[in-house]
């Protein structure tokens, strides 16, 4: 069925839907390897609006795709079937803050930074901060249940979100979940939408829980010579009864990517572990801190420098929040590809999993390194390589397949917080293969049609590379 472009131009204005080539090709690719070209394009600016495109697609059977930045990793903006991409960026304002009941109300496209910078100064803010967050929207963050640096101790974004209005495949809009902190009432189904990757719903508005900003804070850096003492240490902390704010972990590759690009001027060392403690007592951070520091020097860290200096430690952090464009620059040639990029493994296994992804990469011939949220169990890869030569996506698509192998060995999942949409789902497809058929039952049940974000997770295609056209110049068998 064609797009009525007329009829969509009607309902948000002529200026806000098109089907303009070049418009189309820019809402055609996100940060993945993926790219395929919607039909339309539409920037709804009100709730009334989106009810009535999902009413025109739903009666048209045209796929429905949301869009907040499309920053997402594994191709769950892009359009694979065409269809109509409904970017919410218009509909971007806070409406309300409530600082007696700890909660804000705010529609899908605001971004994660403008949030915070607006609640701040109120002396809350809202956690789940991936390190996209100058550009992710609280939609898009909900809907791939975002979570970042400092989830280790504030929780995804499924811990913060209360509850949400919804236009539904067939245009009817419904309010999930409530105001309230906690909520015993039958299905849980804001929860069942943080995570759908807008497959189930568009979400118009949502209610985020907040959190005090912590009065003090402090920051550490830890060397190391092994890569697998920097995982022992994650583990270690993890264990020792200390919530940490922040724990992460580079290896030699991304700490080398980011001194290249950024001048960061970071130890060149096997690893590094970055760590925060914040709260509202100075004493009591200090006393994490000294304990963090006694458990990394006794797993091998040397040469550990502690700042309370709030200017540093934004800058060790831009750092951190920037290695993913850094990464393309780590070696002249090499491409840094978004593939197997976000598992989660259990505490215990973090050192195994950091050592077998740089081992995987050897293997098979591409450049692979390992950080991340290490302390709340996520790992990030990614695969550094020539994007131009076919060869190379063969040797990438054996990587991929060897560390989700070692990640479900190991009693790991597949994806910890970008989510799966196209990339990941062959993977994800085999951790989850008995609850497969329950996923589908609930997408058949809330959109009969398969219009929205259709053949992603539990429906994409069993192999990533023939699942669109690559996003680079060359053709991959
Ligand atoms: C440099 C970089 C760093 C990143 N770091 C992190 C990180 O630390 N942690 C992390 O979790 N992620 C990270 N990501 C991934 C990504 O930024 C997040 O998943 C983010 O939440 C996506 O937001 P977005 O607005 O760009 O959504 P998009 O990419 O536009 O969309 C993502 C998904 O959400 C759906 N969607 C969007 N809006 C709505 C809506 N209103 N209703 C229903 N569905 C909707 C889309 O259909 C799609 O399936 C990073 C990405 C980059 C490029």
Redesign the pocket.
């Known amino acids: 069925m064609k797009v009525d472009i007329q009829h969509l131009k009607k309902i948000v204005g002529p200026e806000n839907a098109s089907d303009d080539v070049a418009e189309l090709y820019i809402y055609g690719s996100?940060?993945s390897v993926h790219q395929a070209m919607p039909d339309a394009v539409v920037r709804p600016g009100k709730t009334e609006e989106v009810q009535e495109v999902m009413r025109y697609a739903n009666k048209n059977k045209i796929p429905v795709?949301?869009?907040?930045?499309?920053?997402?990793?594994s191709g769950?903006?892009v359009p694979i079937d065409g269809g109509i991409v409904m970017d919410?960026k218009r509909m971007n304002k806070i409406l309300d803050i409530r600082i007696e009941d700890v909660l804000c109300v705010v529609q899908?496209?605001v971004i994660d930074d403008d949030l915070n910078r607006v609640l701040r100064p109120k002396g809350v803010f809202y956690p789940?901060t991936?390190?996209?967050s100058r550009?992710?929207?609280i939609?898009?963050?909900?809907?791939?249940?975002?979570?970042?640096?400092r989830s280790v101790k504030y929780g995804a974004t499924r811990d913060s979100v209360l509850g949400m209005k919804?236009v539904l495949a067939n245009g009817d809009l419904v309010t999930l979940g409530s105001n309230t902190r906690v909520e015993a009432s039958g299905y849980q189904l804001a929860r069942l939408?943080v995570g759908?990757?807008?497959?189930l719903?568009?979400?118009?508005e949502a209610t985020l829980r907040l959190t005090p900003v912590p009065k003090f804070k402090a920051m550490a850096m830890a060397k190391f010579n092994k890569l697998e003492d920097a995982g022992k240490t994650i583990t270690a902390v993890m264990t020792s009864g200390i919530t940490p704010s922040v724990l992460e972990l580079m290896d030699n590759v991304a700490i080398k990517a980011v001194n290249t690009a950024l001048n960061m001027g970071l130890p060149d060392v096997e690893a590094i572990i970055m760590f925060e403690a914040d709260g509202r007592i100075k004493a009591a951070v200090e006393a994490d801190m000294n304990d963090i520091e006694e458990i990394c020097e006794a797993n091998g860290a040397f040469g550990i420098e502690m700042s309370d200096d709030p200017k540093e430690m934004t800058r060790i952090f831009s750092g951190r929040?920037?290695?993913?464009?850094a990464l393309s620059r780590y070696q002249k040639g090499l491409s840094c590809t978004s593939l197997a990029d976000?598992m989660a493994v259990p505490n215990s296994k973090m050192a195994a999993t950091v050592q077998e992804i740089v081992d995987v990469g050897k293997r098979n011939n591409v450049v692979m390194t390992a950080y991340g949220?290490c302390g709340s169990g996520v790992v990030h890869t990614k695969i550094l390589m020539d994007t131009t030569k076919p060869g190379q996506w063969d040797n990438a698509r054996k990587a991929v397949s060897e560390v989700y192998d070692f990640v479900r060995k190991v009693g790991g999942t597949t994806s910890g917080?970008?989510?799966i949409?196209l990339s990941k789902a062959p993977s994800w497809k085999k951790e989850k293969k008995d609850s497969l058929e329950m996923m589908r039952a609930i997408k058949k049940a809330l959109d009969p049609n398969n219009i929205l974000?259709p053949h992603?997770m539990m429906d994409a295609p069993d192999d990533w590379v023939k699942a669109t056209d690559l996003r680079y110049t060359t053709k991959v068998q």
């Open positions: 996100d940060a795709i949301a869009r907040g930045s499309g920053s997402g990793m769950h903006a919410m899908p496209g789940p991936p390190a996209s550009v992710a929207t939609g898009g963050e909900i809907a791939n249940n975002a979570s970042g640096l919804v939408m759908s990757e807008g497959t719903g568009i979400i118009v929040k920037k290695l993913f464009a976000d949220h917080e970008h989510g949409a974000n992603k």
